[in-house]
């Protein structure tokens, strides 16, 4: 069985005062979760105050972006190890704001997967269509084609340790959520697709989350289906009595 995943993408929101008053609350009450893996992923300059605030909580921390090189000089970029040291588990990559304005391609996206995976970091691999992909019928062939060039020359057992987010890019920040019918075909085609690069017992072992206008009132229905594993979460993510929802889905 797929434990759930529900994780808060921070993005470029929060300096550390705001962030410590988010995980105090959040950690006063996500006590008594034994079902489900919860995440947060603030920007970096949290993430040092913020690990040891999650010590011995049921929430895990994660990063926004790394580069795939261990050191070097790539001024502004931060190592895979930097990420770890700092108590890092996941690091979510190719998030489409990363792709959109900062020219992410699948080929930096499968170096960066590798590097993560190298070094025990949970890669979260964002793959989704913009509005006119959608609209022309395209979203299945633009997003198996992410996945493609994202997940190259994995093996079976790196697949198992990536988690794929399904994040139509017409529904981020705009609280226009894709239906959970639509969701259910497009995580099904990406297991479907994951099977293909591996096998059904891989793919099948891999959590697909959902991203886009993930709100109190829309998990639930959201988290029903059947190939929907978890959610990651904008906007929502930055209050603590939404995310608490969120992650209570039922
Ligand atoms: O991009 C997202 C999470 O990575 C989704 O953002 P929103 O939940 O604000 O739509």
Redesign the pocket.
């Known amino acids: 069985m797929r434990r759930p995943l529900l994780a808060g993408?921070w993005k470029m929101h929060y300096g550390v005062s705001e962030g410590v008053a988010l995980v105090e609350a959040l950690s006063a009450d996500l006590t008594d979760l034994s079902d489900r893996d919860v995440l947060v992923c603030p920007p970096f300059t949290l993430l040092g105050s913020l690990a040891p605030l999650l010590d011995g909580t049921a929430m895990a921390l994660g990063a926004q972006n790394m580069h795939y090189e261990a050191k070097g000089a790539y001024t502004g970029e931060i190592a895979p190890q930097m990420l770890k040291e700092l108590g890092c588990s996941y690091v979510?990559l190719g998030?489409?704001?990363r792709r959109q304005y900062f020219g992410e391609t699948d080929e930096l996206i499968n170096r960066k997967a590798h590097a993560a995976l190298a070094i025990g970091l949970k890669p979260i691999v964002?793959v989704g269509e913009v509005k006119a992909e959608r609209d022309s019928g395209q979203a299945e062939s633009v997003v198996v084609g992410q996945l493609r060039g994202s997940l190259a020359g994995l093996s079976a057992e790196q697949l198992r340790g990536v988690v794929i987010?399904y994040?139509p890019v017409w529904?981020?920040?705009?609280g226009d959520t894709a239906t959970p019918a639509d969701a259910q075909a497009m995580h099904a085609r990406i297991r479907a697709e994951l099977a293909a690069l591996s096998d059904q017992a891989t793919a099948d072992a891999v959590i697909i989350q959902y991203?886009?206008?993930?709100k109190p009132d829309n998990v639930d229905e959201l988290m029903a289906q059947p190939d929907i594993d978890g959610a990651?979460?904008?906007?929502?993510s930055l209050k603590a009595a939404d995310f608490i929802r969120i992650v209570r889905f039922k």
């Not at 990651?232 to 929502?236: I, T």
């Open positions: 993408n979510i998030h489409s704001e964002c987010a994040e529904a981020i920040g705009t991203g886009g206008s993930v990651l979460v904008g906007g929502a």
